[in-house]
C-alpha cells in the first residue's frame, strides 16, 4: 500500500470505530447529530470538497457529486426523523472501502504484470581498459563488445564471439527448457544467461533490440480499445445520467401524484429516500474498472507464455476465431528442407549425397543448400568443374572427372535417361553419373512434431476450420494436410495468390466468425494484415513478423496458437461475466430501490459489493497457464 | 504526431473522462488514455506545438477530474 492508501485505511478505520462507539452512546437531539457529523466528516470530506469543485466546473453527473448529495439527504432524513444517521456514514464508508481495494488491487495487478514482464536490462557491461564497467544499454553502439556473466540479462541482440552457455528464455518465450549456444550463434535480448561467460558483438542499438520491441509492444497493448471497452464507456456516460434523472422523477412524480391524484398522503420522506437509493446505485465504477483490468490482465497473462497481443481488440477478436489459415512453411512444417530418402542407388548414400552436394555447391538454390548440409563437411570446390545451370530442370557438372547430372526427371529425359519414379511425397532429385541413372534424393520439409497436435487443439477449442495455403507441389500439400487432419487445402500458389485466397475465404466465412492467418512472419506480411487476425510465430529476433502481425508467438511452437485462443476466450468470459454481473445485479437493484423494498445498505452492496466482486473476477483473467 | 504522457489518477471513469476532455482539446487529432498502465497517447493535429496544446489538455482534463494530473 501507498502512502495514500494508508492514510485512506486509517480513515475508514476511524470512521468505523467512531460510528460504532456512537451507536451505543446515550445521546439525543442536536447533540447525536453534531457528534454524527464527525466520523460523517472525517470519511467523506474529500468527497464533499471534489463534489464542490465538480459542481463548479460544471461536471454534475460525478461520482462524488452523487455520494456527496445522496449521504446528505440521507443524513436531512435523518435528522428530520431524529433516526438512522449510520446509513449515511456506512454509504460513504463503503464508497470509500470500494475505492481503497479498487485503488489496491489495479496497484497489485499493474506490478504484477511488470514483473512478469520483468525483461527490462539495467545495464550492459562493457570491457574497458581491462575492465568491466556498467554502461547504460542506450549508451551502446552497434558492433560494440559486451559481456554477459552469468545471472545477468542479455541486454542488446547480437552475436557470440566467445564463449558458450546456457541461456534461459523463459520470460521471453515461456518455454522452460533452456536454449544452449555457442559461438558465432545469434542472441537475442531478454534471455538470461545461465552457466558461461558470453562476450557478445551486438548488432543492434538497444532500442531496436528485441527486448526493446516487446516490452513497447506489451505496455502498448491494452491502449487499442476493444469494442467491449467503448462500449462500457458509452454506457457509463448514459447510465448516470439517466439513473439521476429517474431519482428525481422517483422523489416529485409519485408524491405529486399520491397527493393531487389520489388523495393520499405524499410521504415525502419515504420517496425521497428511494430516490437517494438511486444515486448509490448509480456510480459506474464496477462496469468501468473491471472491463479494461481484465484485458490488461489477460494481455499481461498471455505475454507470459510467450504470446504478446498487441491490443485489447485483438484479444476480442481471436475469441472470436472459427477459421485459422496456415502459411505451411515455418507454421506447420519447420520451412527446413531435408534429405528424407535416397532410392535406387548405384553407388553408397554418402558418395551420391556428396556428388550431389559438389555439382549443387555453387547454387544457392534451398534444395541446393539442404544437399550442402546433408554432405555436412566444406565443399571443395576444386573438384567441380564445368558447372552448366539449366534453369527450371537441373545442374550438369563435372565432379572428380565424372559428368555429374542433378535434376528433375526432364532433366534426366533430355539426357535420354530413363528416371525411376518415386512414391515417396517431397522434391525428387534425380541423379545420373557418366551417362548412367544412379538414384534418386528425396528432399522435403519436415513437419513439426507439434503440428498434428495443434490441430486437434485448435477443433478441440471450438475453430470450425482450418485451412493451409503453400506453394508445394498439389502431391505434397494433399499428403501433408491429411496426416495432420487440415480441412482444406491450397497448394501450387504464388506468394501473391495468398492474399487472393485469404479474401476468397474471408468472403465465404460467416460474419460472426473471424479468420486467423498464421504465419512465419517472412514474406507475409501483406496477407497477415488482410486477415482479421494475423499471428505470426516464431518471432524472436524477426522485426517484420512483430510489425506486421496483431498477435506474435515468441517461438515457433503452433500448438500455442490453442493456447492463444483458450486465453482469449477466458479473458473475454470473464468481460461478459462482468459485464452481465454489474448490469444485472443494479438493475435488480434499482427494480428493488423503487419499490422500496431494497435499502440503501442493498444499494452498497450492488455499488461497492459488485464492483469487489467483479474486480476479483477480473483479475482471474491472469492466470493462464494450465490452461 | 502522436506523444505518450505519463498520467496519475485514481478511477478508471475519471479516466475514461479525461480522455473525452483531451479529444475535445483543440489542437488535438485523437487522444486515448490507458488507465492500466497510467499513460496518455495523443496525436496531435498538423502544425501544432504540442507543448502548448497539452497546457490546454491538462487544464480541460483537471475541470472534469480534479484530482489527475499529466506529466508533460
Not at chain 1, 453534531?34 to 469543485?53: N, R
Not at chain 1, 567441380?384 to 537441373?394: A, D, I, K, N
Request: net charge neutral; proline share 3%.
Amino acid at each position: 500500500m501507498n502512502k495514500r492508501q494508508k492514510k485512506m485505511l486509517l480513515r475508514i478505520l476511524t470512521a468505523a470505530v467512531l460510528m460504532i462507539a456512537l451507536y451505543f452512546a446515550p445521546v439525543s437531539g442536536g447533540l447525536r447529530f453534531v457528534l454524527y457529523l464527525v466520523p460523517y466528516l472525517v470519511i467523506g470530506y474529500d468527497i464533499l470538497i471534489k463534489a464542490g469543485k465538480g459542481i463548479r466546473n460544471r461536471q454534475v453527473f460525478d461520482e462524488n457529486f452523487l455520494m456527496a448529495v445522496a449521504t446528505i439527504g440521507a443524513m436531512a432524513i435523518a435528522v428530520y426523523e431524529d433516526g438512522d444517521y449510520t446509513e449515511a456514514i456506512a454509504v460513504m464508508l463503503f464508497y470509500q472501502v470500494g475505492e481503497l481495494f479498487q485503488s489496491y488491487a489495479v496497484g497489485k495487478s499493474r506490478r504484477n504484470i511488470s514483473e512478469l514482464m520483468d525483461i527490462r536490462p539495467d545495464y550492459a557491461n562493457v570491457e574497458q581498459a581491462g575492465e568491466l564497467t556498467q554502461v547504460d544499454p542506450d549508451e551502446v553502439a552497434v558492433g560494440s563488445t559486451i559481456i554477459v556473466q552469468p545471472g545477468e540479462k542479455v541486454p542488446i541482440d547480437g552475436v557470440v564471439i566467445e564463449g558458450s552457455s546456457s541461456l534461459n528464455t523463459s520470460a521471453l518465450t515461456g518455454e522452460s527448457l533452456p536454449r544452449e549456444v555457442k559461438e558465432g550463434d545469434e542472441i537475442v535480448s531478454g534471455c538470461i544467461n545461465m552457466t558461461g561467460v558470453l562476450k557478445i558483438r551486438t548488432i543492434k542499438e538497444f532500442g531496436e533490440s528485441t527486448v526493446s520491441k516487446i516490452l513497447d509492444l506489451v505496455e502498448n497493448a491494452s491502449s487499442r480499445k476493444s469494442r467491449s471497452e467503448d462500449f462500457i464507456a458509452k454506457f457509463a456516460r448514459i447510465y448516470t445520467p439517466a439513473v439521476c434523472c429517474s431519482a428525481l422523477a422517483l422523489a416529485v412524480l409519485p408524491p405529486v401524484v399520491r397527493m393531487a391524484g389520489l388523495g393520499l398522503s405524499p410521504e415525502w420522506g419515504a420517496w425521497i429516500y428511494r430516490a437517494l437509493t438511486f444515486l448509490v446505485i448509480s456510480c459506474p465504477c464496477a462496469l468501468v474498472i473491471s472491463i479494461p483490468l481484465s484485458f490488461f490482465a489477460g494481455i499481461g497473462g498471455a505475454s507470459r507464455e510467450g504470446i504478446l497481443v498487441k491490443g485489447s481488440n485483438y484479444l476480442e477478436t481471436l475469441s472470436k476465431t472459427g477459421c485459422v489459415v496456415f502459411d505451411k512453411t515455418g507454421t506447420l512444417t519447420q520451412g527446413v528442407f531435408e534429405v528424407s530418402g535416397i532410392h535406387h542407388n548405384t553407388m553408397e548414400e554418402a558418395k551420391l549425397v556428396e556428388y550431389a552436394a559438389l555439382a549443387e555447391s555453387a547454387s544457392s538454390h534451398p534444395i541446393s543448400r539442404s544437399l550442402q548440409r546433408a554432405y555436412g563437411r566444406a565443399i571443395d570446390r576444386s573438384r567441380v568443374s564445368e558447372v552448366q545451370e539449366l534453369g527450371g530442370s537441373g545442374i550438369l557438372a563435372k565432379v572428380d572427372g565424372h559428368s555429374v547430372a542433378v535434376g528433375n526427371d526432364k532433366l534426366m529425359r533430355r539426357l535420354h535417361i530413363e528416371p525411376v519414379s518415386c512414391h515417396k511425397v517431397g522434391t525428387i532429385i534425380h541423379m545420373a553419373i557418366d551417362g548412367a541413372y544412379a538414384g534418386h534424393i528425396v528432399i522435403s520439409d519436415v513437419v513439426k512434431p507439434e503440428a498434428e497436435q495443434a490441430i486437434a487443439a485448435l477443433k478441440a477449442a471450438g475453430v470450425e476450420k482450418t485451412v493451409m495455403l503453400t506453394g508445394d507441389i498439389h502431391t505434397v500439400a494433399e499428403q501433408v494436410a491429411a496426416s495432420l487432419g487440415i480441412d482444406l487445402v491450397y497448394s501450387e500458389l504464388l506468394p501473391g495468390d495468398k492474399v487472393s485466397r485469404v479474401e476468397e475465404l474471408l468472403a465465404q466465412k460467416p460474419q460472426r466468425a473471424k479468420l486467423a492467418f498464421v504465419g512465419d512472419g517472412i514474406n507475409d506480411a501483406p496477407v497477415l494484415s488482410r486477415a482479421d487476425i494475423g499471428i505470426a510465430m516464431g518471432a524472436m529476433g524477426s522485426d517484420a513478423a512483430i510489425e506486421a502481425a496483431d498477435v506474435v508467438l515468441m517461438d515457433d511452437n503452433p500448438l500455442k496458437i490453442a493456447k492463444a485462443i483458450r486465453i482469449s476466450r477466458k479473458c473475454l468470459r470473464i468481460v461478459y461475466e462482468n459485464i452481465a454481473f454489474a448490469i444485472g445485479v443494479k438493475a435488480a437493484c434499482l427494480l428493488l430501490g423503487a419499490l422500496g423494498i431494497a435499502n440503501m445498505w442493498l444499494a452498497i452492496f450492488a455499488d461497492v459489493g459488485v464492483m469487489v466482486i467483479a474486480v476479483l473476477n477480473a483479475i482471474r483473467a491472469l492466470f493462464v497457464k494450465h490452461l | 504526431m502522436k506523444k505518450t504522457y505519463k498520467i496519475d489518477v485514481d478511477c478508471a471513469n475519471c479516466a475514461n473522462k479525461m480522455e473525452e476532455a483531451a479529444r475535445r482539446t483543440q489542437g488535438v487529432k485523437d487522444a486515448v488514455v490507458n488507465f492500466m498502465t497510467l499513460k496518455m497517447i495523443v496525436e496531435f493535429e498538423e502544425g501544432q506545438e504540442p507543448k502548448k496544446v497539452m497546457q490546454e489538455v491538462r487544464r480541460n482534463c483537471k475541470k472534469v477530474e480534479d484530482d489527475c494530473e499529466i506529466f508533460i
